[in-house]
């Protein structure tokens, strides 16, 4: 079920105002965590407000890679909000908006940039994963990235259709 939802992912691109922010998915390790931290898989989010998302596990957060899924994901002349990650620099010349939070002063700007709604499903995300499952492996955290997705785009469905995905996604992939 979670490979046909990820090969059922939406196929049109995001507009508006949208959230990219990346981070880092794995077991539980002492020492650095974040960037560079060993034995994580970086993984990137791509949010409509009020709207769907889309995550991706992906080999690095460099520039070209960040932008290129900016591309894909977004339509050109959206407001595109960021962390300060030197690899979001220069979406301007792609035909985007950028909107920067410097979170080492705020989270929400005075102006109202933030990039909330991506955290929050980062949080929800990995407090679900980590809570259900011990260890996920490289080779399917985009299966369940693709479910965690599935859940939160389906989240406005009626309760009853919601409970019934919810159990049939409980099945854990062999």
């Known amino acids: 079920i979670r490979k ?12 508006g105002h949208i959230e990219v922010d990346e981070t880092y998915f794995g077991g539980k390790r002492k020492g650095k965590r974040g960037r560079g931290a060993a034995g994580k898989t970086p993984v990137v989010g791509i949010i409509q407000r009020n709207g769907k998302v889309r995550t991706m596990a992906v080999p690095n957060v460099k520039s070209t890679t960040l932008k290129s899924l900016v591309k894909q994901h977004v339509e050109q002349g959206s407001t595109v909000y960021t962390d300060g990650w030197k690899g979001y620099k220069g979406l301007e010349k792609h035909g985007f908006t ?4 410097d979170h080492s002063k705020e989270f929400l700007s005075n102006d109202g940039n933030h990039t909330n709604s991506i955290e929050g499903h980062w949080r929800l995300s990995k407090h679900k994963l980590y809570t259900r499952y011990h260890r996920i492996s490289d080779k399917h955290l985009p299966d369940y ?17 919601r409970l019934v995905l919810s159990r049939l996604l409980l099945v854990p992939l062999r």
């Open 145 to 161: 990235l693709a479910e965690s997705e599935f859940k939160f785009n389906e989240r406005f469905q009626p309760d009853f259709i």
């Open 98 to 101: 950028h909107k920067l939070v």
């Open 4 to 15: 046909a939802i990820k090969d059922d992912s939406l196929t049109h691109q995001l507009s």
